[in-house]
């Protein structure tokens, strides 16, 4: 069963601006975390964040954490061609497994 | 893609066969993972196995099968009572960091289309 629902599904944005997408999830999580997926090739992990942080960055990543409100946001800063590809965040819960959700797809226009 | 091979990378079958892909890994990883992606959703869990000769059913098992004989191997078969086989499928190893969570390590994936 899918935990994380991406928003929005889609966005375009120029070079340089920022992208921030959004992801939100059903149930207590022990970390969360978000994947990249350039187009036809497997899942790349950027980012993970645990229950008790807020926020976290690597490089030009910044990822907040709200669990009294079931969400996250991850923010690409500087954005640049290269970035275009879906982003999926996914659930850690108690279990051994991760939950994905259904992905934002990225466009970012040179 | 890590340490993570798929292979074929692209595969057609007919209806009623069986096919079965291959993902391998060098990561001396203990857990893998099976997953397929439809378009326009995420990633659905079908199998995954969290130790040599163990593995355990996830979301979506029906029509498919694995083994897990070696660490380095869990390949998945498609059975012809899988419905709509059709799918890009994903393999992926778990990393366990102490004290920071598990990440996963995806291969390239397998394009599977039945004729």
């Not at chain 1, 907040?64 to 290269?82: F, G, N, V, Y």
């Amino acid at each position: 069963s899918q935990q994380g629902e991406e928003d929005p599904q889609a966005l375009s944005i120029q070079e340089g601006e920022n992208a921030t997408m959004n992801c939100s999830y059903k149930t207590s999580i022990n970390n969360l975390q978000w994947y990249r997926q350039n187009s036809g090739r497997g899942l790349v992990h950027l980012i993970l964040i645990r229950s008790n942080e807020r926020e976290k960055h690597s490089g030009r990543l910044r990822v907040t954490l709200d669990t009294s409100k079931k969400s996250s946001s991850l923010l690409i800063t500087a954005s640049r061609a290269a970035d275009t590809a879906s982003y999926f965040c996914a659930t850690a819960t108690g279990a051994n497994n991760l939950f994905f959700g259904t992905g934002t797809r990225l466009t970012v226009i040179p | 893609d890590g340490g993570i091979t798929q292979s074929p990378k692209y595969l057609f079958r007919k209806e009623g066969q069986n096919v079965t892909l291959s993902c391998e890994q060098n990561l001396n990883h203990d857990a893998m993972y099976w997953y397929r992606q439809d378009p326009g959703q995420g990633l659905r869990l079908i199998y995954y196995s969290q130790i040599v000769n163990d593995f355990q059913k996830g979301d979506i098992a029906e029509g498919y099968s694995v083994s897990r004989e070696k660490k380095e191997s869990f390949p998945l078969t498609v059975t012809s009572a899988q419905k709509n086989p059709t799918a890009f499928y994903l393999c992926a190893s778990r990393l366990r960091l102490a004290g920071q969570g598990d990440t996963q390590y995806f291969g390239p994936g397998t394009r599977l289309t039945v004729l």
